[in-house]
C-alpha cells in the first residue's frame, strides 16, 4: 500500500497521481461537420500536492492541482489545454475533479475511487443537478456539452485514461468525443 500522507496531508488515493506523466500513444476523436477526426497525440500531464481546503468549517478536501498539456502528433501543435484539481473526502469516500478549458467550458465532476492491491482507478462524471457542466453562452449554442465521464486507472508507474464528453456540435446531436492515453511517470 503506497503511503497517502505527503506534508501531514492524507491524499488517499489522489497520492498516485502527484508527479509528471507523458505519453505518446492518445487518439483524440472528434466531430467535423463532415465526419469523425481522428488525431493521434501526445501529452504531459502534471499533478502536485496542494494541500488541503476546509469547508464550513465542516468538510476538510485535499487537494491535487494539475495540468494537461496534448499535442497533435502530426505537427506537434498544441489543441487541448487543461488547468484543475483533484479533490479527495475522506469523510464520503469520495472524489471530484474540476476542469477548465480555455473554449469558455469549465466542470465539476464527482464520483468514486477504488484502490485494489497497486490498482488505483478513479471514475467521476458530470452532466446532473449535482455535478455541472458551465460554458460560454457561444459553447452552449455552437458545441454544447451535455455530459463529461472520465476514467482513470494507475498501476505503479502507468497511468491509463478514457474520457468521454457527449456533445451536439455541427448538427449532430449525442456525438461521443472521446479521448485516450496510456502515461508512464517520469
Known amino acids: 500500500m503506497i503511503d497517502s500522507t505527503i ?9 498516485v497521481l502527484i ?14 461537420p463532415d465526419d469523425d477526426e481522428y488525431n493521434p497525440y501526445f501529452e504531459t500531464l502534471i499533478f ?8 464550513a468549517e465542516e468538510q476538510i478536501l485535499s487537494v491535487v492541482r494539475y495540468h494537461q498539456e496534448v ?16 479533490l479527495w473526502d475522506p469523510a464520503t469516500q469520495q472524489v471530484m475533479q474540476t476542469l477548465a ?5 469549465t466542470l465539476l465532476a464527482g464520483g468514486t475511487a477504488k ?7 478513479l ?25 463529461f465521464n472520465h476514467v482513470m486507472k494507475i498501476e505503479g508507474d502507468r497511468l491509463f485514461y478514457q474520457e468521454t464528453t457527449l ?6 446531436r449525442n456525438y461521443e468525443h472521446t479521448d485516450q492515453n496510456t502515461l508512464k511517470r517520469c
Open 7 to 15: 506534508d501531514g496531508i492524507d491524499y488517499g488515493p489522489l497520492a
Open 19 to 32: 508527479g509528471a506523466w507523458r505519453g505518446d500513444q492518445g487518439m483524440d476523436v472528434a466531430p467535423e
Open 48 to 55: 502536485e500536492a496542494a494541500g488541503d481546503v476546509t469547508n
Open 71 to 86: 499535442s497533435r502528433i502530426s505537427t506537434g501543435k498544441v489543441f487541448h489545454d487543461q488547468v484543475g484539481y483533484w
Open 101 to 105: 478549458i480555455p473554449r469558455g467550458v
Open 115 to 121: 484502490v485494489k492491491g497497486k490498482t488505483t482507478v
Open 123 to 147: 471514475h467521476v462524471k458530470a452532466g446532473d443537478d449535482d455535478w455541472q457542466i458551465i460554458q460560454s453562452p457561444f459553447m452552449q449554442e455552437k458545441a454544447r456539452t451535455l455530459s
Open 167 to 172: 456533445l451536439d456540435i455541427y448538427g449532430k
